[in-house]
C-alpha cells in the first residue's frame, strides 16, 4: 500500500468557489505530479515539481496552481472552480523522475 | 497524438485464463511502464521494464518488449475475478519533453468468476 495520501476523496461544489484539493506523501520522495483523469480516458500531466520549491506545468493548460513548500506536501488550488473542472484529480510521487509512480486515490471533483 | 496506446481497449475472459494486452509507441523510450487501476482509485506500477531488456517477469505477470517494433506485451498468466481492473502502458518522452510520462487510454480486462 503507498503511503500517499489525498484529501477530500469526494468533493462536489458550486461554480465560483476557491478549492484546494490536498496531497501528501511519508516516502521522502522528491518528485510529485498531480494527473487529471475523465471516465475512461487517459491520465494528462498538469503539473510536477522537482522538489521543494520546484514546480512546472505539464502537457494540459490548467487553470489551477500548485505548491511546494514541504517534501511531502503538494497540494493543488483552483481560485474560481467552473464546471469544466469537473474530474478526477490524482497525485503522485516517484523516488526517480517519471520512474514507478505511487499514486493516491484521488479526488473526484465534480462543479455544479 | 498518443505515445502509448493499448490494444484492445477492452478484454473478457473467464477465471483461470491468461489476459494479454499489447502497447504501441512511437518515439524512442529509455523504459516503459504497467500500471494498474481499479474502477474509481489510483494507479499502482506493476512493472517497469528498460529499453535493453526483452522480458521480465513478476509473479503471474509476463512483460515483453520490442524496441525494434515499438511495441509491448502485458501478460497475465491464471487470471482471478481480483485482476478486473483497467491496465494501462506509460512511457517517458525524449526531446523537448523529456522525461515526461505519457499514459495510453488503456485496456479494461474483466474476470469473470
Known amino acids: 500500500e503507498a503511503d500517499i495520501y489525498q484529501t477530500p476523496r469526494y468533493l462536489v461544489i458550486g461554480t465560483g468557489k476557491k478549492i484546494t484539493l490536498e496531497c501528501s506523501q511519508t516516502m521522502g520522495h522528491d518528485k510529485m505530479y498531480w494527473y487529471q483523469q475523465d471516465p475512461g480516458m487517459e491520465l494528462h500531466l498538469i503539473h510536477y515539481?522537482?522538489?521543494?520549491?520546484?514546480?512546472e506545468k505539464g502537457d494540459l493548460s490548467s487553470e489551477s496552481t500548485v505548491s511546494r513548500i514541504r517534501t511531502e506536501h503538494f497540494p493543488l488550488t483552483l481560485e474560481s472552480a467552473r464546471p469544466s473542472h469537473t474530474s478526477q484529480y490524482l497525485c503522485a510521487s516517484s523516488p526517480v523522475f517519471n520512474e514507478k509512480l505511487f499514486f493516491g486515490s484521488g479526488t473526484q471533483l465534480s462543479v455544479l | 497524438s498518443q505515445q502509448g496506446e493499448e490494444d484492445p481497449q477492452a478484454l473478457s475472459i473467464q477465471e483461470g485464463e491468461n489476459a494479454t494486452m499489447n502497447c504501441s509507441y512511437k518515439t524512442s523510450i529509455n523504459n516503459l511502464q504497467w500500471y494498474r487501476q481499479n474502477s474509481g482509485r489510483g494507479l499502482v506500477h506493476l512493472i517497469l521494464i528498460r529499453s535493453n531488456e526483452r522480458e521480465k517477469h513478476s509473479g503471474r505477470l509476463r512483460v515483453t518488449l520490442d524496441t525494434s517494433k515499438k511495441s509491448s506485451s502485458l501478460l497475465i498468466t491464471a487470471s482471478r475475478a481480483a485482476d478486473t481492473a483497467s491496465y494501462f502502458c506509460a512511457t517517458p518522452r525524449r526531446g523537448t519533453s523529456y522525461g515526461k510520462l505519457t499514459f495510453g487510454q488503456g485496456t479494461i480486462l474483466t474476470v469473470h468468476p
Open positions: 515539481s522537482y522538489g521543494v520549491n520546484s514546480t
